[in-house]
Structures are given as structure tokens and as C-alpha cells.
């Protein structure tokens, strides 16, 4: 009542320590407690103290001013009444936060008290699990991740250390800490860390506290919950190298980022990333990234500057706001060092040789593959030695998307949205791309100039991966310089053309290699073209259609179908030799017209050297497939009352043709005579 009249919110207790059911009731508040001046108020303190802690907002103990006595110590009126006012009031500001003591620190869990009110005791249970590492600072940051429970998509998760393939089939080369699904059986074990549930019963005139274990409805409530209010930190990675944020800043601090929801675990010591460093600093630190590919026989630089790409794409994948391209490590030989390439720049971001996968042989397969990768939050995935077409609808989502949504291995239900920022790598021979997939991807290309590459013995770094390993803090504060730099210097653009669906990795990764003074890694896109199955398909159909359609009517299926039945002669000799060689690539060697037209249907409008595949209605409404030359619109001039175009058009215009020109009158458009195009002028 005297702290009442001094304008302070008071709890008053009848007995020295705060009976755990009542704790609750302070939850979110900023809490002091004032003791008596004696043993059983000091214990009781402290015991109140661990209680409360994680349920209020803070906790802190004040010691008023006086002798601690055995028993029947002043309180704060008797100090009040000898000391006065300030001094009462300075004791309350000056209290100290609580820690536990050694004796407590081996148990210093808060009581949960289990009763009818189910909702309740679930949320008290999941607010304090949330928060099990932060409550218990003495450990160092990597037992303390190891003890925490977070979420992804509202699936509770955990860390492990394990070195198994998981669910997805991802061979691991190293035991590296990982995401996993928490089971229940994990979960009633992080409950029992966390609190201790208690139940009351009447014995006699007392009431008796009995300690119990998790009943199943609670483990059951909290494994399948899906929502925890904020309680439960996300955590979207794991990284054992420092990285950086969206703001240009890095992670240094070990332990789980707030900003990021990453959390940063590393496995060695890291020089500090310089906070200013010039363009000059930025060059020598890109020559020393490219030391460790010194001895690669690269096609040409711009295909260099794709692994270093990669490697600062993996240093910096937080600070990316969007998808990353494909990176894929082809080669004209098999032993010309992908993988190796691939490793390199997995030792360096992450401390270990990539996790990798074979390329699944199925659209359901690879969904399964993505989901598992979402779920577990991989940084980076190899698919490992293609051997077929790399590509379809599932990989492309994944690589211009920056979530996924699938079905849980071995259950019915679906996830939530999860984050994905995997980033993809891949390697092969002679690489080929599916038509979107191509698009997506950088291609680095190694020439090799041996019949067996594999068996060299001149290299500058004998065992790289061995010397990447030793050189890996400086290698990698190397690559975060680099970034650092760019985004010292105000992330100036260039001249740089942007990549559509990509155009923040492009502004960030390709904006510091070219700061850095490197190739653009995007000066290799037409290496990706050629790459690219379909578009070749593209151009054999086109050149296969002309061939039998000589005066550009048209051809309907079913005549495409008759032509190619005509046997080839004994002699070996074919009429439509590239109309053949098109129809069976896309149908095989069952060829009627049902199925040429279903395939036609998907190359409709595709562009390929000027022209495209279009059908129209012919006789009867029979459909019509020829081959259409496009004209883009041009610039034009105003000269003299008559439009001339500025550029040479195509169809022998040499960009004064009269075949393009046509009188202004009054008015704001001209019209290109031949093409019908319409102009703003």
C-alpha cells in the first residue's frame, strides 16, 4: 500500500514467493520485485523471479538499503519510514535484472499449470518454447540453436548436425547443420526443457504441486497448431559463413538475425569485411576469387565470370529481393572439372562441397525434390552430371519464384507457402536446356584441349578443394568485399541491360563483377541459346515446312502426314529430307496427323530468325500451318510531307524504299503501305 501511494502498480504477495499459477497474469509487463530484508525474501525472490521470467516482458530485483537478516528482515515500509522517499525510489530504479543463480541455472524453467483451460496452457507452453535458446544464455551460440525451436510455413523445425541424404534423395558430402521437421517425440522432449507442467491437488488443508509429463493432447495441440502468434521465430537459413543483408550491411554476429531470420553459425574464424572499401579494393579482392579457377579452361572470360557470379550469388542470397538464375558448369569432355568448379564456390559460401542430387527423371519427381528443398531450406542444390534435357514447368517456377507450395512426403496434406532461395546449380556434358529453362540459366563452358583431362598433373593448386578449405575466411570476406565495395560506392547501374525476371540479381551480382572490373557473366547469353533444344526444333520445323510448302499457301496436317508417308527411295533419296528429319524429332516415327497437329500447337508464334509458325483457316475450315515473316515496326522520319523510314525494313527496303512510304496528311499517323503497321508520329 506505501508503493500504491508513491504511484507505483502493486501486487502485494501473503507469502514470500509468487505461486506459479498466478504468473500468467504478468505477462507482457515490466516487472520489479521488492524483496524483504532477509533469507526467506532474497530466496523467495529469486523463485518468483524464474517464473516469471519469459512470461513478463522483463524482470528485475531490487535490494533496499539495509542489514539482510536470517529471518524477519525491514520491508519497504520500515524503509520507507527510516530512509524516506528518495531513497525507496532510487532502490526500485536501480534493481538489477534477474539472472539465475548456478544452483537454479541447471533448472530454472518456468511452472505451466495444467488445467481445464486447454487454450490457454497451449499458448503458455508455445510462447515458452519459442524462446527455450534466449533462456539460456550460457550456452554458445551453436548449443543454443541446437535447443531452439523455429518454424517454416507453420511446420515446427529444428537443427541438426547429420550427414544422410534426406528425404529428397540429396547426398550430402559432409556433416553440415540442417532443417528438420520436429517429431512429436522431439517435441514432447523440448517441452519438458522448456517448462515444467504442474498440476494441484488438495492434500488436506494444502494444496500439493505435482510435477507430470506432456499429456498427448498438448504435444498433439502444438506439433499440429500451424499458427504461433510471432512466438516461434521463422528461420529461413542456415549460413557457417558471414553474409549479407538487403541493406548492404553483413553478418557477423553469430547466433540467429532478426532482420534475416537467418542463423549464422560459424564453423571458423572470420577477418572483419571492411565497412568502406574502394572500387581498387574491390578489383584485387575479385582477382583473388579468380585465383582458385586459375587453372579451368574457360571459353572465354564472360564464361569465368559465371563461377564468380555464383560464388557471390551464394555469399549474398539474403540481400537479393527475387529469383536467381540457374548456373550451370558445361564442359566439351567429361574430367574437365564441373563438379570441381561447383565445390569450389560450395566451400567457400557455405564451408562444404555442394549437396547434390541427380536430376529426377520425372515432372512428379521433381516437384517432390523442390518441396523437400523448401521444407529444409537448402542454401544451394547441385543436379549433378545431366545427362538429358534439363528443364520443364517445376524447375522454372522454382527458379523465377521465390516461394513454394507442395504436398508433404508421406502425408495428405499440403504445405504452406514456403520460402525458397535455393539457389541451383548444375553440371554436365554438352548440357541441353528446355526451352524455358534456357532462359533462366548462365552457362559457363569449359573448352578442354585433352583427350583425358582427368589425367593433368599441371596445375597451380594440386588439391583445390583442399586449398580453397585453408584459404576459405580470406576467399570469402574477398567475395563479401566485392559487394561491400559496390554497395559503398551507391550500386551504380552502368550501362549494364537489365534481365527480365532477374532483374535484382542483375543489379546487385552482375552491377559488383563489372564494378569489379570482370566480364558480364550475361555477355555469354548466347551460349545458353545454343543450348537450347527446343529453339533448334524451331529452326529445323521452320526450314522443314518451307521445303514442302514451295509457293507459301500452306500446309494442312494431314497433307504434312501424306507427304512423309511416301517411302525413301532405295537409292536414299527423300523429297522433304528436313520436313522428315522436323516431324519425326518432335513425333517420332508414328507419324499421323492427330499428333502433328498437337505438336505444331505448341511451336505456334515461336520466333526464330525473323519468322514464326502461325496457321490459318484454309478451304472448309481446315486449318493451314505456313511459315510467316515478320516485319517489326521501324522508326520513322518526317521529311517533306512524306514518311521515310529511317532504317532499312527488310524485303529489299534500303530505308528510303518507296514500298515504305506514304503522304502525311493533316494528321498524327503514317502507315507503313506493305505491312499495315501504324505509327505515332
Not at 551480382?509 to 527446343?534: E, K, L, M, W, Y
Not at 515473316?629 to 514518311?643: F, H, M, Q, S
Amino acid at each position: 500500500s506505501v508503493l500504491l501511494g508513491l504511484g507505483f502498480n502493486v501486487a502485494g504477495l501473503p507469502t514470500s514467493e509468487l505461486n506459479a499459477k498466478y504468473a500468467r497474469l504478468f505477462a507482457g509487463c515490466t516487472v520489479v520485485i521488492v524483496p524483504d530484508l532477509d533469507v526467506p525474501g532474497r530466496d523467495g525472490a529469486q523463485k518468483s523471479a524464474g517464473r516469471l521470467a519469459g512470461v513478463a516482458a522483463s524482470v528485475r530485483v531490487a535490494r533496499l538499503p539495509g542489514e539482510l537478516k536470517s529471518s524477519h528482515g525491514d520491508d519497504v515500509r520500515d524503509v520507507l519510514a527510516r530512509d524516506g522517499e528518495d531513497v525507496v525510489r532510487m532502490a526500485i530504479e536501480s534493481a538489477t535484472v534477474w539472472l539465475p543463480t548456478d544452483r537454479e541455472s541447471a533448472d530454472s524453467r518456468p511452472d505451466v499449470l495444467l488445467d481445464l483451460e486447454e487454450a490457454a496452457v497451449t499458448a503458455a507452453v508455445v510462447k515458452h518454447l519459442g524462446g527455450l535458446g534466449h533462456a539460456t544464455p550460457w550456452l554458445q551460440p551453436d548449443e543454443a540453436s541446437r535447443a531452439m525451436v523455429y518454424q517454416r510455413a507453420g511446420v515446427l523445425v529444428h537443427v541438426v548436425n547429420d550427414s544422410n541424404a534426406t528425404g529428397a534423395g540429396i547426398t550430402l558430402p559432409e556433416t553440415v547443420p540442417q532443417i528438420r521437421s520436429l517429431p512429436k517425440a522431439i517435441i514432447r522432449e523440448r517441452i519438458t526443457q522448456a517448462v515444467r507442467l504442474i498440476t494441484e491437488r488438495q492434500d488436506g488443508e494444502d494444496i500439493k504441486r505435482c510435477p507430470v509429463r506432456p499429456p498427448d493432447w498438448l504435444v498433439q495441440a502444438i506439433h499440429q497448431r500451424g499458427d504461433y502468434n510471432g512466438a516461434v521465430m521463422t528461420l529461413a537459413g542456415i549460413t557457417r559463413t558471414p553474409t549479407l543483408r538487403a541493406d548492404g550491411t553483413v553478418i557477423q554476429q553469430p547466433g540467429y538475425d532478426d532482420q534475416t531470420g537467418l542463423l549464422y553459425l560459424p564453423d571458423q574464424h572470420f577477418p572483419e569485411v571492411p565497412e568502406q572499401p574502394t572500387q581498387a579494393d574491390a578489383t584485387k579482392a575479385a582477382v583473388e576469387l579468380l585465383e582458385v579457377v586459375a587453372d579451368f579452361p574457360f571459353e572465354s572470360d564472360a564464361h569465368r565470370s559465371i563461377w564468380l557470379a555464383c560464388v557471390l550469388t551464394l555469399l549474398a542470397r539474403p540481400a537479393i529481393g527475387g529469383p536467381c538464375p540457374l548456373f550451370v558448369f558445361d564442359a566439351n569432355t567429361r574430367g574437365a572439372g564441373k563438379t570441381l568448379l561447383a565445390d569450389a564456390a560450395g566451400i567457400i559460401a557455405h564451408g562444404s562441397a555442394m549437396a547434390r542430387n541427380a536430376w529426377p527423371g520425372s515432372e512428379d519427381e521433381v516437384r517432390k525434390m523442390i518441396t523437400s528443398i523448401a521444407l529444409e531450406g537448402w542454401p544451394a542444390i547441385l543436379l549433378d552430371n545431366v545427362a538429358n534435357t534439363l528443364g520443364g514447368p517445376s524447375l522454372d517456377m522454382a527458379l523465377t519464384g521465390t516461394t513454394w507450395q507442395g504436398r508433404v512426403l508421406g502425408e495428405s496434406r499440403m504445405t504452406g507457402p514456403l520460402p525458397l532461395t535455393t539457389v541451383w546449380l548444375a553440371s554436365g556434358n554438352n548440357v541441353e536446356l528446355a526451352a524455358d529453362t534456357a532462359r533462366r540459366t548462365l552457362l559457363a563452358r569449359l573448352e578442354s584441349l585433352e583427350e583425358h583431362p582427368e589425367d593433368r598433373t599441371e596445375f597451380r593448386h594440386h588439391d583445390l578443394k583442399g586449398w580453397v578449405r585453408s584459404q576459405r575466411s580470406r576467399l570469402a570476406v574477398a567475395g563479401l568485399t566485392v559487394l561491400r565495395a559496390f554497395f559503398a560506392a551507391g550500386c551504380p547501374r552502368g550501362s549494364l541491360t537489365p534481365w527480365g525476371s532477374f532483374e535484382c540479381w542483375s543489379e546487385l551480382i552482375r552491377g559488383a563483377i563489372v564494378f569489379a572490373g570482370q566480364a558480364d557473366p550475361c555477355d555469354t547469353r548466347d551460349a545458353v541459346r545454343d543450348a537450347d533444344r527446343s529453339a533448334e526444333q524451331v529452326r529445323l520445323l521452320h526450314a522443314g515446312i518451307e521445303e514442302a510448302d514451295v509457293d507459301g499457301e500452306g500446309l494442312t496436317t494431314a497433307e504434312i502426314a501424306r507427304l512423309l508417308s511416301h517411302p525413301i527411295s532405295q537409292d536414299g533419296a527423300d523429297q522433304w529430307p528436313i520436313l522428315r528429319m522436323a516431324i519425326t524429332e518432335l513425333c517420332g516415327t508414328k507419324i499421323n496427323s492427330r499428333g502433328i497437329g498437337y505438336k505444331l500447337r505448341n511451336y505456334r508464334g515461336r520466333v526464330c530468325a525473323g519468322k514464326r509458325l502461325e496457321c490459318r483457316d484454309g478451304h472448309g475450315g481446315v486449318k493451314k500451318w505456313f511459315i510467316e515473316r515478320i516485319t517489326k515496326p521501324v522508326a520513322t522520319e518526317i521529311k517533306g510531307g512524306v514518311e521515310e523510314c529511317s532504317t532499312a525494313c527488310g524485303d529489299g527496303c534500303d530505308g528510303g524504299d518507296e514500298i515504305c512510304r506514304t503522304e502525311v496528311k493533316d494528321a498524327v499517323t503514317t502507315t507503313a503501305a506493305e505491312e499495315g503497321f501504324t505509327y505515332e508520329v
